[in-house]
């Protein structure tokens, strides 16, 4: 049974079997729900062995799972919360490629992969409680990763930029005024003034 690994306080909310035939994706929540402490779980499994087992898992916090849709070359496997975001996984690892904040104002009631014969070409469908049927391209990185991390980079430099600051105020750096005259040069002057 697929539920032994997580035990009776979880239950299956939507499962999938994998189009390639040796995987089966599972959407577990406890059965107790917590909006900040529970986690939600994408499970996929390896279905050529007996019992099956779990070869990844991504856990979501705070926010129920429902729905779950996989593409037909299964690169991508997609899952939904009750509100409203929908979220894009590598099916391999189950990384997720992107996150779609609020992408419906209600929970939403349905995804689904477009059919295609060109990788590139895969697009997901997602209908909601709010009437709204609209379409997500799972090739698109998800832009907060990026924006999370120039935010990192900012706060890196402002701290080291703060440090040097600190240290030379504090009379543990040489100021910048003491860099202004070149020993070398001009200790060849005074060779050079000695010779005259």
């Known amino acids: 049974c697929i539920n032994a690994e997580y035990g009776k306080q979880w239950y299956q909310r939507r499962v999938r079997d994998g189009p390639l035939g040796d995987t089966f994706y599972?959407?577990?929540?406890?059965?107790?729900?917590?909006?900040k402490t529970s986690f939600s779980h994408l499970v996929?499994?390896?279905?050529?062995?007996?019992?099956?087992s779990v070869t990844r898992e991504h856990a979501v916090r705070g926010e129920p799972l429902a729905e779950l849709a996989i593409s037909s070359d299964e690169t991508f496997v997609a899952t939904s919360s009750s509100n409203g975001h929908v979220y894009i996984f590598d099916s391999h690892?189950?990384?997720?490629r992107r996150r779609i904040f609020e992408a419906h104002g209600l929970f939403?009631?349905?995804?689904c992969f477009t059919s295609s014969h060109s990788d590139d070409q895969f697009k997901l469908l997602s209908v909601s409680a709010d009437r709204e049927c609209k379409v997500?391209?799972?090739?698109?990185?998800?832009?907060?990763?990026?924006?999370?991390?120039?935010l990192f980079l900012l706060l890196f430099i402002g701290a080291i930029y703060m440090i040097f600051c600190f240290l030379s105020s504090s009379g543990l750096l040489p100021h910048i005024d003491d860099f202004?005259?070149?020993?070398?040069?001009?200790?060849?002057?005074?060779?050079?003034?000695?010779?005259?």
């Open 93 to 96: 690892s189950l990384g997720l």
């Open 26 to 35: 599972s959407v577990i929540v406890p059965v107790a729900w917590s909006n």
């Open 108 to 111: 939403v009631t349905g995804l």
């Open 44 to 52: 996929k499994y390896d279905t050529t062995t007996t019992p099956w």
């Open 180 to 196: 202004d005259t070149d020993p070398i040069a001009e200790d060849h002057h005074k060779h050079s003034h000695n010779e005259l």
């Open 136 to 150: 997500h391209n799972p090739h698109v990185a998800d832009p907060i990763r990026f924006l999370k991390a120039a």
